[in-house]
């Protein structure tokens, strides 16, 4: 390839196409090397993967729910144009720290979700030498950021109690709601309607957009009469859970109210969704079946739920031992 410079002033930029030669003029030179750039490009470099290319390009090639391909788009959005332009090849130590700076910085992220970002970056990158797009995997040999050792803040249950009787009536049927249906407190509750809770055969059908699909739940009967009284009045459209001016919650505004009974008890806040661990943790605790615990929680596997409460799983096992028959002598002997 080669620019030169006609006598009427343009630039002609000569470059090969296959077996044959062509040419193309520009009126300013700065079109023309931008053009031989991008043919370099093509030629040379396009092997190369930028960040966002990489993640894109793993995207593309394999199969994933809408959610994980919003949280790849939040991560690319969050780091910025620079950082996704570069090369992952390129990639070292210091660009790792000025990533989880930018986090830490510019979106308040925690040690947790900036592990959680590097991961879901490395899964890509990981994909990407597997199918000889890149040949090694950038930030792989670097620890991850402490995480606190708290485990799931599920708190203490007396604690829970003295922040529940702080909070006004349609903040403590909120949370009677998320503890008996085991909802999350976003959506899953403040979308909740009476449309999807079949009061005849006592069970509910939520929508859990986290994982973009449906569970079925059978809530306590002691619910079920408070909310017998409570649908009377209300038509099939009519939200389940309604703030004080008989309006539809919202996620912050719930959020909120609970962080404010929180303060005036006296305690640290902790976050509402301390309300689903709870309920969990009463079932296995009351020697609830894993699996049973498991579909009112909405998992998809009871993998998932003995991973968050393994201590309570230990638990049922020590039970389960408990009710094994005496098979010794004096069985025997009967």
């Known amino acids: 390839m080669s620019i030169y410079l006609r006598k009427d002033g343009r630039y002609v930029v ?9 040419q193309k003029t520009f009126r300013a030179r700065e079109d023309a090397e931008g053009f031989e750039r991008s043919l370099k490009y093509d030629e040379i470099e396009n092997t190369r993967l930028t960040v966002a290319e990489s993640i894109l390009l793993f995207l593309g090639r394999t199969k994933h729910c809408p959610d994980v391909e919003r949280y790849y788009a939040m991560i690319l959005r969050r780091m910025g144009d620079v950082l996704a332009s570069r090369y992952v090849d390129t990639l070292d130590r210091r660009d790792l720290e000025t990533f989880r700076t930018a986090m830490r ?19 890509a990158w990981r994909w990407c030498a597997s199918e000889d797009f890149l040949a090694d995997v950038p930030w792989e040999k670097y620890r991850p950021l402490p995480e606190p050792r708290h485990g799931h803040r599920c708190g203490d249950f007396s604690a829970f109690r003295k922040v529940y009787a702080i909070c006004n009536a349609a903040t403590q049927w909120a949370v009677r709601t998320c503890l008996a249906l085991c909802l999350r407190p976003g959506g899953e509750l403040t979308e909740l309607r009476w449309k999807d809770v079949d009061l005849g055969r006592g069970c509910a ?7 973009s699909r449906q569970k079925d739940v059978i809530p306590p009967a002691w619910w079920l009469d408070e909310a017998r009284e409570k649908r009377k009045a209300d038509t099939p459209e009519d ?6 001016r008989d309006r539809h919650w919202t996620q912050p505004a719930l959020q909120s109210a609970w962080e404010r009974a929180c ?72």
């Open 205 to 211: 059908h939520v929508w859990m957009s986290k994982v």
């Open 263 to 334: 303060q005036k008890a006296g305690f640290d806040i902790f976050p509402l969704y301390t309300v689903r661990h709870l309920a969990a943790s009463l079932m296995m605790e009351a020697g609830a079946d894993v699996a049973a615990v498991a579909a009112q929680l909405g998992h998809s596997s009871v993998t998932t739920t003995g991973a968050f409460y393994t201590h309570l799983v230990l638990g049922a096992q020590e039970r389960a031992a408990r009710a094994l028959p005496d098979f010794g002598a004096e069985w025997c002997r009967k």
């Open 14 to 22: 000569k470059f090969k196409d296959g077996n044959a030669w062509k």
């Open 239 to 244: 939200w389940v859970c309604r703030n004080t």
């Open 105 to 123: 910085q510019d979106w308040h992220a925690s040690n947790t979700s900036i592990n959680m970002y590097v991961g879901k970056m490395l899964t």
